[in-house]
């Protein structure tokens, strides 16, 4: 995408009149230098020897910055596949703002990071002597028994749980089930009923995210025709009206969300 003049054109274009704000987010198959066995372990970048996940980052970084007249600060791990050096790496890069974590979730089954200790709310850390700002991709716990969720649900996922059927038994009665904020395979109603249960225990940033290949159908498994399109628009449409008009909330950028945050810090 940095380097396809059309798509540089149109977002930046939008770049420039403030309606969108232009991150990074590495794949390490397709971004260079290609030194790696390309592989399911290797698909994210925090399992790459450190200098070669520094390499491809700054490659990214550079071609994004050439391309908009503008460096990005804020960073999304391809496959949210951070790794031990991810965070000295982009701290030395300049980024202020990591968007890589996924709560509650524990991707080591297939070769990926471990966030099942990670809760829903942003968070300040420090790398390579700077101060970042971790803001996680909103997943937790809906349904009666949320405030349970963080011991319960990893119960129901053990073996003999999952033979007798509990996670699903549970998520039709409506006690407990573990929902992203995206519309991707997720309704309207689930991503509000996730909304009020973390917003009830607190929780006051929510981080609304997708694939942007779903907008356009047969690119995704979850946009596959044009009907599927239009599900995926209102549901986006129903939860941001919801959010706006009875949470509340207001919209902000990563960076907009960065001074607001680093004014309430001070």
Request: charged share 20%; hydrophobic share 35%; with cysteine.
């Amino acid at each position: 995408m940095a380097n396809d003049p059309q798509a540089v054109k149109v977002l930046k274009a939008l770049m420039n009149v403030g309606r969108c704000e232009i991150g990074t987010h590495l794949h390490p198959w397709v971004s260079p230098p290609h030194d790696e066995e390309v592989n399911t372990h290797n698909s994210y970048a925090g399992n790459l020897p450190q200098a070669l996940e520094y390499q491809k980052l700054e490659l990214l970084t550079q071609a994004i910055d050439a391309s908009f007249g503008k460096r990005p600060i804020v960073f999304k791990a391809g496959r949210y596949g951070v790794g031990p050096h991810t965070a000295d790496t982009i701290a030395q890069l300049g980024y202020l703002i990591d968007a890589s974590v996924v709560p509650y979730t524990d991707m080591r089954g297939d070769g990926g990071p471990n966030f099942s200790k990670h809760d829903a709310h942003p968070r300040w850390f420090t790398a390579h002597n700077q101060t970042l700002l971790e803001l996680p991709a909103t997943a937790g716990y809906a349904g009666k028994l949320h405030r349970q969720g963080r011991w319960l649900y990893p119960a129901m996922q053990k073996s003999l749980a999952k033979h007798l059927r509990l996670p699903g038994m549970a998520s039709r009665a409506g006690l407990l089930e573990r929902v992203k904020l995206t519309p991707e395979g997720y309704s309207a109603k689930e991503l509000i009923n996730l909304t009020r249960c973390l917003h009830a225990q607190g929780c006051s940033f929510f981080g609304l995210t997708y694939h942007s290949p779903s907008l356009s159908p047969g690119n995704t498994p979850y946009v596959r025709s044009p009907e599927d399109l239009e599900n995926f628009l209102s549901v986006l449409d129903e939860y941001i009206s919801f959010f706006v008009n009875e949470l509340n909330g207001k919209t902000l950028s990563a960076s907009a969300y960065l001074k607001l945050a680093s004014s309430q810090r001070a």
